[in-house]
């Protein structure tokens, strides 16, 4: 692997100031950005995204190779919670395991964004290195896919309800337990970051050059800037979280740590197999590598509430998540780069 | 005054709206909520750290006629056996304006 | 009317945002933008709108014509609310009839904000459609008249206070209902929206070009797409409150949506007699024609605690405001177009 | 520790001041302020919606002695009759430090 | 139900976690943390206002065992003592889920 | 002095609206920018003069003149509150003196950002107007010691503990009052401000002018507007703070208003001493002069919580603050001028 990728990754400020978080987390500093500021920054994130991705959308032709990544987008999206479930199965029961793999298929769209960021630093002129505007609409319909799956598997491998408690319990047996499937898929399809991310995305394409113009010096000029912010309490939150690692055990965090490569594997072999460009390719290998820890969680809560978040949220966001925009993003483009040339 | 119940729950904000249409159903239309409330227990701590708004708590408390409690908690009870929570029921007197 | 105006203004990045707010809240997603950040986003807002209407204000002369605009906008502000209270009263007792008529003769410095957005967007050449830095001031001027009528409407034709609690009641009777002018004045002049627009104003009077400078990449660059974020919010806010409509009853939801027109063609008529350009007679048209949701329900909240914020905030959140960003902007231009040709 | 009694009103948060002066006018000086707080009753729904903080209540609880409680509600009657709210007395231990 | 006593200990937010922490000590798990408190007391007013969040109050609120009061109590007086605040404790009712 | 340098201080945007915000709560208007809006600010403000300092830093050339300066720098934060302590001995006890000693030792980074706009808007072609990047390196170096020397001159004089209430005191006599080193420490080196300031500024410092483009929209072009609506609260606060004045009596009051000129003109003498330009005069004068608000009375409520804050906050924010961004400022600047012609 090229180390010059790693240390250029490294030394962008969007990574610094995610190094500062996890600082300042680690000194145990009082330093916040108490909510919610960081939910604000979050929903400009996923419109700024989402904007820019409909306008590049709107100003590149759309071919059957875009269809296709979409495709195969929504393919890992369902195929990955599958067998990381009955891997995970190994070591954690039924809720625990669907909730995991629903949140290790779906995306982190920071995550996403970082590679964005890391890709346009590297200032290369070879327009490959330029994803087009539809990775963000692939981005968008990877979200809720996972979450489908792993609600799903939770219910299939549910194991029959104990009746010990059965006497105290005021509901009809059959009422407790069952999946409200309305909240579920709108949960699924309609939660907060899924709806302002396509939202902006069409709103993007359905604009004209006049009407982004207008806005884009307040979601696209300042974008890095944000994101410098944002990975600040990020690193804080992610490095808070750290103490909770002790009990999740060892097989756990090396599920967090191999996955995550292992996924974007199959996402970069998929891009090879359809021949798009390395820009393409690493933030196809990116949303596969990347775990979610806002969308999912939040429908694991009403739909799985027997799992138990301190797992899966602490494995995607202290775990994952820094190792894929530290180590993971820059690997992922050495490969892709050693496969391309 | 006059002697009431002062109910006290805490509930995943995210599941608040199922308590409150408890209480509703069952004829208690005066409640208060308290929003962005962090805590611990059977289900581990629970942080209202940045990001993901989905560990944060709220407390949900009304002040009603005894004879409304047990209706109430019937139907509460099973939503804190499904996701966590706590229900506290104390004596209260309530100042009638 | 020309039904393109009413395009262009639906496709303008503001409205979508709106439009994705309303379809959130439809879908019922759990996507907001908590408090403070709303709070804070319109106090950007009024501080870039005021902070611009005095750079404005500065450049261009004053001149007589600019005077009558500002007493008609004051007679207008102070006017509606007289009309529309004896036609509410039609239907609602006295307190909630005052507090709505206030509301009505106020004005909303969003549908202001929505309005100068969309005449920008339109690209015109022609001098007349950009309106004058001083109906800024117009509107400063209108937000608190309509606040001392109501007041004073509710007063004065209130019911002599019921007896039948005097007894359980410690105060003596003079004692309550008793208007503290004190406080009310505070309120309809010192409110915080008004102190933020009109302070800004002055502001912008009292800075030099380089102090202008050095301050628009904030206040003036990012303007709209900020206004994007907030109508987003405003669109979940206003949704929300659609169901409280049912409680309110057609010949509310009737007054509502014909007052905004009705009024706005006052405001055009005023605008026509005075000999104003298109610009500052769409924006006196839909300061007319707008109502309140900050300044005035603060303001009745203390002034005139019986009637009933779920009357008067829901009409003016749920009803007037959406109508007017969407529909009325585009057709009292259309009107204006017509008269003006 | 010492008995005492535990005041508990809600009111909007825009007439918070009102009972606090109250309070203070009695000789109630310690309390405490939850702001942000949502909630319903008599007068409808108040929700911590956008725009506007109007509708936002606040929950001002304070311990004091006995002796204070009727004083402190007979000036806090008429506020919550004008303005809406509730009030609430129930019994505590004070632990002294 | 089960009789239990509730613990509601209001403290300046940035000597919260000792606190929380002399709880778990005593082997009290459960508990429940209202944030952006402001308040009143011997120590004068504490407003939440900008700049700082040094002067931000919270409230801990914990249903325990009645044997567990006393060594909580025991542990929570110092730091009161020393930074300010208040505990209160009474009686209620917790429904078991 | 130049009364036209008070004069162009007080036209600059960001005083003007510090005393908007003075104004609004004057007169008891409800304008509010509530938490965490201005924690959120600050952050941002001391994100970005970090970054921008330690960018600058980089760009210059470092010399044995700044290690000087930054020596001077930290010696004036070390050595006011030592004679503040035993001048405030004469009117407070011994834990409030020594709170109020470490405050006006530390500083204020909001006057720094002041003084460094007020630099700025002069529009002075003179480059010794212009402030060297490690100026800010200079007051990320001054936050922390006055704490310390605080904590131990409250420690050093403390009276013995009384023992009239060991009775009921569960805890061993030395148990009570003993420093926690490591949490005061901490609490002095790794303060969210100084995690912030210092990071960004090495963040700066470490990322290349590639970096620096793609960050400056967000951190340096729209500083200036924040800094307005920074003041704007900051205003709000002084003044609401004002009404507790009367209980800290004029002795008090004196000291705030003479120790700021009082310690300036020590950074005046030490920087004339040191030969440097102006501009960097009138920082040294400010960080000597300001008191701090933020991150002393967070570390004093730690280690000090017998001091009360209602005195050294109250000092500080309502006297010290104001008289510095309104008049010390041009004083300082004429002093310097008058020095160096
Ligand atoms: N004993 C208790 N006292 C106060 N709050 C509690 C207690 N137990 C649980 N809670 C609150 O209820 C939430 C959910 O509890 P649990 O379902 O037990 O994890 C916790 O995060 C606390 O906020
Ligand atoms: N029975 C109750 N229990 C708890 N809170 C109440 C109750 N009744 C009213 N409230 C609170 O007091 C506020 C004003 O009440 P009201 O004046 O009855 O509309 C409501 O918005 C609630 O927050
Ligand atoms: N009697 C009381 N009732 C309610 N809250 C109190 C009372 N006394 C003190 N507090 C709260 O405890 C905090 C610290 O109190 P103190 O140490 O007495 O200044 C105050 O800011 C209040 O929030
Ligand atoms: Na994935
Ligand atoms: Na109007
Ligand atoms: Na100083």
Not at chain 1, 106 to 116: E, G, K, P, Q, Y
Not at chain 1, 175 to 181: L, M, Q, V
Not at chain 1, 227 to 233: G, Q
């Amino acid at each position: 692997m090229d180390v010059s990728l790693l240390l250029d990754n490294l030394r962008t400020p969007a990574i610094l100031f995610f190094g500062l978080g996890v600082f300042a987390a680690v000194v145990r500093s009082d330093l916040a950005l108490p909510q919610p500021i960081p939910k604000f920054l979050s929903v400009y994130l996923l419109m700024a995204i989402g904007l820019h991705g409909g306008v590049e959308l709107m100003r590149s032709e759309i071919d059957t190779s875009v269809v296709l990544i979409l495709l195969a987008a929504v393919g890992l999206s369902a195929a990955t919670p599958l067998w990381s479930f009955f891997v995970l199965r190994l070591k954690l029961d039924v809720p625990n395991a669907a909730a995991m793999a629903a949140t290790y298929g779906s995306i982190s769209a920071v995550t996403f964004i970082t590679a964005t960021n890391f890709l346009d630093s590297l200032n290369s002129t070879d327009p490959a290195y330029t994803p087009g505007g539809y990775m963000v609409a692939a981005m968008a319909l990877m979200e809720s896919p996972a979450i489908v799956v792993g609600v799903l598997l939770a219910r299939y491998f549910a194991s029959p309800a104990k009746d010990s408690d059965s006497s105290s319990d005021p509901l009809p047996q059959e009422d407790r337990g069952k999946i409200d499937w309305g909240e579920l898929l709108r949960e699924a399809f309609f939660n907060g970051a899924v709806i302002v991310l396509v939202g902006s995305l069409l709103i993007g394409i359905a604009i004209d050059e006049k009407g982004w113009d207008s806005i884009q010096p307040f979601v696209y000029t300042p974008f890095k800037g944000v994101l410098c912010l944002f990975l600040l309490d990020m690193g804080l939150v992610a490095a808070r979280r750290l103490s909770d690692l002790r009990r999740c055990g060892p097989s756990l965090i090396a599920f967090a740590i191999l996955s995550a490569p292992l996924h974007a594997s199959l996402g970069i072999a998929v891009a090879w197999l359809l021949g798009v460009g390395q820009g393409d390719a690493l933030l196809l290998a990116v949303l596969a590598g990347s775990a979610s820890y806002i969308a999912v969680p939040a429908a694991m809560r009403l739909a799985v509430p027997e799992a138990n978040p301190g797992l899966y949220v602490t494995m995607s966001l202290a775990v994952t998540f820094p190792f894929n925009i530290t180590v993971g993003i820059p690997l992922y483009l050495a490969i892709i780069e050693a496969l391309w040339a | 005054m006059k002697p009431i119940k002062r109910m006290e729950i805490v509930i995943g904000t995210v599941h608040a709206d199922r308590v409150i249409e408890a209480l509703r159903s069952v004829g208690v239309t005066g409640y208060t909520v308290i929003n962005g409330v962090s805590g611990s227990g059977d289900r581990g701590t629970r942080r209202i750290d940045g990001v993901s708004g989905a560990f944060e708590n709220c407390m949900v408390i009304s002040a009603c006629d005894e004879s409304l409690v047990d209706p109430a908690v019937k139907k509460i009870k099973p939503i804190l056996k499904r996701f966590g929570g706590l229900c506290l029921v104390s004596d209260a007197q309530w100042i009638m304006h």
